[in-house]
């Protein structure tokens, strides 16, 4: 009897992919060669940026993104299950002109700021004017002193040329296998982004501050992102395969009753699934909430509790 449940379960690993995107991994991060790609893409970059930090939290789920230098470029290929059993390869060559003017759309100066383990805060000693001026120009906002932070929506539209190619790779595959549908765009868009391993950015240089957000560019080639960078990543590139107005991004809090790390979270939602699950409600409109960090179906969660604290329109 034993044996043949053990059987059974081997037999589902195999036929869900579990041993191709996982046996193979070592559950490490050899930050090696991510870290000579980025410093070569981004050497035309303003904005100071240290990747040498070791990502807090890492978690393997692929070891199938691979890059190398070639010439005066990169070359990348990543390998990730599309839908239904189907695989998927991403294939793409990386400028420095282009990659490096893209990582400057975002970064705060800090002397706008007092950092904190919890983030930051604003100076009461600059005026409203200085913020406005200061904040919005790189890819934060400033409303009030009460109302400010990342702009969510405005980077997840800045990176659309990083993003295109990407969104067009999924919908020909789909395509091709005669399975496009609205679902499954979600579906293997989400794939894409969850099948990048876990780990938190911590990219703050003298002068400058990131909030802990890598953005799409940086996670593709570093090969890593937490919540809010797969989440911006993940709508980001299903901007170009579903109405805008279909999907949200939403700042929570889960485990809500716990104050320890983990506590603060982003999640994106999209509505139109036909699915009854885990759903909020924004503007008189249902969107199920959608976990990217880790692969899990769509409408999964693996967390106890929840308590929105911000929804972020896409359209």
């Given at each position: 009897?034993?044996?043949?449940?053990?059987?059974?379960?081997?037999?589902?690993?195999?036929?869900?992919?579990?041993?191709?995107?996982?046996?193979?991994?070592?559950?490490?991060?050899?930050?090696t060669n991510n870290i000579v790609l980025i410093e070569y893409l981004t050497k035309e970059k303003f904005k100071a940026k240290d990747y040498s930090k070791y990502p807090k939290g890492f978690s393997q789920?692929?070891?199938?993104?691979?890059?190398?230098?070639?010439?005066?470029?990169?070359?990348?290929?990543?390998?990730?299950?599309?839908?239904?059993?189907?695989?998927?390869?991403?294939?793409?060559?990386?400028?420095?002109?282009?990659?490096?003017r893209q990582v400057d759309y975002y970064g705060l100066k800090d002397h706008l700021i007092h950092k904190s383990e919890n983030g930051f805060s604003l100076r009461s000693d600059l005026s409203k004017s200085?913020?406005?001026?200061?904040?919005?120009?790189?890819?934060?906002?400033?409303?009030?002193?009460?109302?400010?932070?990342?702009?969510?929506?405005?980077?997840?539209?800045?990176?659309?040329?990083?993003?295109?190619?990407?969104?067009?790779?999924?919908?020909?595959?789909?395509?091709?296998?005669?399975?496009?549908?609205?679902?499954?765009?979600?579906?293997?868009?989400?794939?894409?982004?969850?099948?990048?391993?876990?780990?938190?950015?911590?990219?703050?240089?003298?002068?400058?501050?990131?909030?802990?957000?890598?953005?799409?560019?940086?996670?593709?080639?570093?090969?890593?992102?937490?919540?809010?960078?797969?989440?911006?990543?993940?709508?980001?590139?299903?901007?170009?395969?579903?109405?805008?107005?279909?999907?949200?991004?939403?700042?929570?809090?889960?485990?809500?009753?716990?104050?320890?790390?983990?506590?603060?979270?982003?999640?994106?939602?999209?509505?139109?699934?036909?699915?009854?699950?885990?759903?909020?409600?924004?503007?008189?409109?249902?969107?199920?909430?959608?976990?990217?960090?880790?692969?899990?179906?769509?409408?999964?969660?693996?967390?106890?509790?929840?308590?929105?604290?911000?929804?972020?329109?896409?359209?």
């Amino acid at each position: 009897m034993y044996l043949l449940l053990l059987f059974i379960v081997l037999a589902i690993a195999y036929l869900s992919d579990f041993f191709y995107y996982y046996a193979k991994a070592d559950f490490s991060y050899d930050q090696t060669n991510n870290i000579v790609l980025i410093e070569y893409l981004t050497k035309e970059k303003f904005k100071a940026k240290d990747y040498s930090k070791y990502p807090k939290g890492f978690s393997q789920y692929n070891k199938k993104l691979t890059g190398k230098l070639i010439d005066d470029r990169a070359a990348f290929r990543y390998e990730y299950p599309l839908i239904d059993g189907h695989g998927g390869v991403f294939e793409t060559t990386l400028q420095p002109t282009d990659i490096s003017r893209q990582v400057d759309y975002y970064g705060l100066k800090d002397h706008l700021i007092h950092k904190s383990e919890n983030g930051f805060s604003l100076r009461s000693d600059l005026s409203k004017s200085d913020y406005m001026a200061n904040m919005n120009t790189d890819g934060w906002y400033f409303k009030s002193y009460s109302d400010f932070g990342v702009n969510y929506r405005e980077l997840a539209y800045r990176f659309s040329s990083f993003t295109q190619p990407i969104a067009q790779k999924i919908y020909n595959d789909l395509h091709a296998l005669g399975k496009d549908s609205y679902f499954n765009r979600v579906q293997a868009t989400l794939n894409f982004v969850q099948f990048i391993p876990y780990g938190r950015p911590e990219y703050d240089a003298p002068g400058w501050y990131y909030h802990e957000l890598a953005v799409p560019p940086e996670c593709f080639i570093m090969g890593y992102g937490d919540c809010d960078t797969k989440s911006l990543f993940f709508v980001s590139i299903l901007l170009h395969l579903i109405p805008p107005e279909n999907m949200v991004l939403v700042n929570c809090v889960v485990d809500a009753t716990s104050t320890s790390e983990g506590g603060n979270h982003c999640m994106a939602a999209v509505s139109n699934l036909g699915i009854h699950n885990e759903n909020i409600i924004f503007e008189n409109k249902k969107y199920v909430l959608i976990e990217t960090t880790q692969p899990c179906q769509i409408g999964a969660a693996n967390w106890k509790s929840f308590e929105a604290k911000e929804i972020i329109g896409l359209a």
